[in-house]
């Protein structure tokens, strides 16, 4: 189980203000949000959360493989891709960008299929937010909104979510800042986590 809550924790999700239309979210939800400060331009984070769509494995520790799928080739507004949570691929996600608002840099993803995921996939759905910090840093976030399948399991999954985004954050920072990536299977996270900050838990 423990692994599997940390497979659900990769969906990274962040939310601010978009139109929430791609999710029926009516039944009640859980909310975890958590962000770091990345030295980097905000353009060139944004470029690594949402352009490369498909290549979220880049910087995930969690994620051993992500391809585009279904003639994605970008991440743009209908683009899709599958993330694999362990190397034989029977653990995985599908998901799909359902929005964009490129001025304030948010993009909503949505989870529309996967294997071994506990999540309720018509009320679950991810938010990612750059924010330009006006220095030459940025700051990264991941709000996601979720309700598990079986619901009970939500209280349980809340706080591997919490550990689980905040780890990939940090993949994010040290991947944008150095260029090495950090992909799940692989020994780098263990490597790297202390030498940064741990992101910061947004209380909601």
């Known amino acids: 189980m423990k692994n599997t809550f940390k497979s659900v924790a990769v969906l ?12 029926s979210m009516e039944k009640k939800f859980r909310t975890v949000k958590v962000e770091i400060k990345i030295d980097a331009p905000a353009e060139r984070v ?32 209908g683009a899709e891709r599958k993330c694999n949570f362990n190397a034989k691929g029977t653990q995985w996600s599908k ?28 009320n679950s759905q991810a938010f990612y937010r750059v924010k330009d910090n006006g220095d030459g840093t940025s700051t990264a976030s991941y709000e996601f909104q979720f309700r598990t399948k079986p619901a009970f399991l939500g209280i349980i999954a809340k706080g591997g979510f919490k ?32 030498k940064y900050p741990k992101a910061t838990v947004i209380k909601t």
Do not use: C
Request: glycine letters at 10%.
């Open 12 to 23: 990274l999700l962040i939310s601010i203000g978009l139109n929430v239309s791609a999710q």
């Open 46 to 77: 944004w470029e690594a959360m949402v352009l490369d769509y498909g290549e979220i494995s880049n910087f995930s520790p969690y994620i051993y493989t992500s391809e585009y799928t279904n003639g994605s080739l970008k991440g743009e507004v």
């Open 95 to 122: 998901e799909r960008i359902a929005e964009i608002d490129k001025e304030n840099m948010v993009m909503l993803n949505v989870v529309i299929d996967g294997a071994k995921l506990p999540l309720n996939f018509d």
């Open 163 to 194: 550990k689980q985004m905040s780890g990939t954050l940090v993949g994010l920072k040290h991947y944008i800042e150095t260029g090495e990536r950090v992909t799940g299977g692989t020994d780098k996270y263990k490597e790297i986590k202390k």
